[in-house]
């Protein structure tokens, strides 16, 4: 009996104590502990939002920057993009077996003036040189044919022309004219973006920044004044306009540098440096023009084939030159204009254009192995490129 009330009595004296401490527990863990407890998870989630929302406003920020740099991209194509006409050239040529090939070429130019009857494109000389044709097609119209104006193969520009008459028969009723800037007023590191016929497979646009200013660079032997700029310029760009970011054209695109050990270096003719020789080419009332396509003789071809060292051949006689009413021929090797040795097509074109319309030349060829001399009055260049 003794033992059973000593067990019980030690059973709730245990009991007490648990009681004791759980009931000074609870308040405790209630009233203070899972309080604090909740209180640090609200914390932590309160930290966690506002790092989520400051994410989201630094992601908002950055898109909102990005945006307003594509829009203003995006505007400055939109304005200039019309005034950007892709070229297609075609050239009549022979091979030495008397065989007759037509080769297309691809190009850009720029519509910079226009009048009554007439909308004035300027492209680079080296894009419609040799073309017996020159077509152009203004936002992806169908291909209207095109008139030479003038052109400058030295400085590599050539000013071109299409009737408004032919325009409004593809569609065309208006056409937008770009505006020039100063090439002189860019600055290394300034935005540019370049738009033009890449590839002959319509207008295409590009971007980069200005890598030099009045650089001098020595293209196809000849020393142009240009803007160096690393946004691609690829084949077809060649005439096409390298605007600033206020949509003006600043360069004539016309040449890069292909290299396997270059990346990123693309030439434009400085506007600076063209709209004087733009206007020249525009106010040239009458050019001397023999009226023939012709073709340098390489050194191999001529001791392969026998020919004249001196000399280049010609590939097309337009219909109506001067060169038709003096009896030259498709195949006709000159080898002197006026006694003067003839070397290449551009010693050719300068000698011409040293003449004045009307003057009576003579004009040295090699046909079937014999030398033969024919006498021509030059004409006007109206036709022929």
Known sequence: MKKAVKFLTKYIVM???????????????????????????????????????????????????????????????????????????????????????????????????????????????????????????????????ASLVGKDTNADLAVISVSKADLREVGITGVTVAEFGSSASMQMGESVIAIGNALGRGNTATAGIISAQQKEVDINSKKLTVLQTDAAINPGNSG?????????????????????QIEGIGYAIASDIAKPLIEQLMNTEETPALGVSVVDISESEAQYYGLPQAGVVISKVLSGSAAEAAGLESGDIVTAFNDNPIFTSDQLINTIKACKVGDTVKVTIVRDGETVQKTAKLTKANTGF
């Open 240 to 260: 096409g306009a390298l605007i600033n970011n206020k949509g003006q054209v600043i360069g004539i695109n016309t040449a890069k540098l292909a290299n396997t």
């Open 15 to 145: 009991g007490c104590v648990i009681g004791a401490v759980v009931g000074f527990g609870a308040p405790f863990t209630t009233g203070y502990l899972i309080p604090k407890i909740q209180e640090s998870r609200e914390v932590a989630d309160e930290a966690e939002t506002q790092d989520d929302n400051s994410s989201e406003i630094i992601n908002a920020e950055n898109t909102v920057s990005l945006d307003e740099a594509s829009k203003n991209s995006i505007e400055l194509i939109k304005k200039v993009k019309p005034a950007v006409v892709c070229i297609t050239t075609k050239a009549t040529s022979r091979d030495w077996f008397n065989q007759t090939y037509v080769s297309e070429g691809a190009g850009s130019g720029v519509i910079f003036h226009e009048d009554e009857s007439n909308v004035y494109i300027v492209t680079n000389a080296h894009v419609v040189s040799g073309a017996s044709q020159v077509l152009i097609s203004i936002s992806e119209s169908d291909l209207v044919s």
